[in-house]
């Protein structure tokens, strides 16, 4: 590759950092708004909305974090959060494994079906959810009928990003440890998954971060002390309709979980996002 090419591919004009620049402003932009504002009172808001603190009031946080509806709000959140991430994970490497490693027929259309999934919004089936949630399943108001549905719709995702890793793995390595006597189960869970280690962060991440977030299938299904953080975030915002800089605050510390989550796991996700597209 001649070195103007390197340049070309390499490097970055203004062009390119300008827009960079955009994308990040308007991506931290809000969060670091949020943040900041917890730290002023209502009437620095009111006389400078996109001042600084000045000066800085804690009062706003403390309040919140000794409220003891935030806890159970983050306790909901993080036990349904958890759950699902371990429901996808599991089921999605399971999935994935054959439609990576075996031949069979209608492999490629199965596939296909995930895939596919990709493409159903999860309020198009929102209303049967909720009518097999809470009267088929009588799993209504819990966290296992918010976990269930949000790891079934995590699956499609989970299934295209890990197969890519499964389909890398040598095959010599099954076939050595087949004879070493090794079972097919054995290759899986000695072999498969620990080599698939950074595309099952990924995932699992993805899914944490997307139970996190979730809004519609827990506003239909749970009620008062099941209500996870962000229904917590829309009562607390209806409650304190006057108290934007607790609003602020509260809404800040809602999000910080998830955000430590995937700034700590960044890394780790651009590598399993990067083996997926090799693979």
């Known amino acids: 590759m001649s070195r103007q090419k390197m340049r070309t591919f ?8 300008a827009l960079a ?3 990040v402003a308007l991506t931290l932009g809000p969060v670091l708004y949020g943040a900041l504002g917890g730290f002023r009172s209502n009437e620095q808001l009111a006389r400078d909305p996109a001042g600084l603190p000045d000066p800085w009031v804690t009062s706003n946080y403390t309040n919140v974090l000794s409220n003891e509806a935030f806890w159970r709000y983050a306790l909901n959140s993080s ?15 399971m999935a994935a494994y054959p439609l990576a490693r075996y031949q069979f027929k209608l492999r490629e259309p199965l596939f296909m079906v995930f895939v596919l999934g990709l493409l159903f919004p999860a309020a198009v089936a929102i209303i049967p959810l909720f009518i097999l949630v809470t009267r088929n399943l009588e799993l209504g108001n819990s966290w296992w009928g918010v976990a269930l549905p949000q790891a079934a719709f995590a699956l499609p995702i989970t299934v295209v990003i ?18 070493d006597g090794a079972s097919r189960v054995g290759v899986f ?10 595309g099952l962060i990924t995932v699992g991440v993805l899914a944490f971060v997307g139970s996190w977030n979730a809004y519609l299938l827990p506003l239909l299904l749970l009620r008062e002390d099941m209500r996870t ?6 009562d607390y915002s209806t409650e304190h309709s006057a108290d934007t ?10 999000m910080i979980p998830a955000l430590i989550l995937f700034l700590a796991l960044q890394k780790r996700i ?10």
């Not at 036990?79 to 490497?93: E, N, R």
């Not at 890990?162 to 004879?179: H, S, T, V, Y």
């Not at 800089?245 to 809602?254: H, I, M, N, P, Y």
């Open 270 to 279: 651009v590598n399993g996002l990067q083996g997926a597209v090799k693979g």
């Open 189 to 198: 869970w000695r072999i498969a998954l620990p080599l698939s280690t950074p």
């Open 245 to 254: 800089a607790g609003v602020l605050a509260f809404t800040s510390l809602a």
């Open 21 to 23: 620049a955009v994308v």
């Open 229 to 234: 953080l962000p229904l917590g975030v829309a």
């Open 10 to 17: 390499g490097g970055g004009g203004p062009l390119v950092y």
């Open 79 to 93: 036990v349904i959060a958890v759950v699902t991430t371990v429901i996808a994970v599991l089921a999605g490497v």
């Open 162 to 179: 890990l197969r890519p890793f499964l389909m890398a793995l040598p095959k010599e390595l099954e076939e050595a440890a087949m004879i």
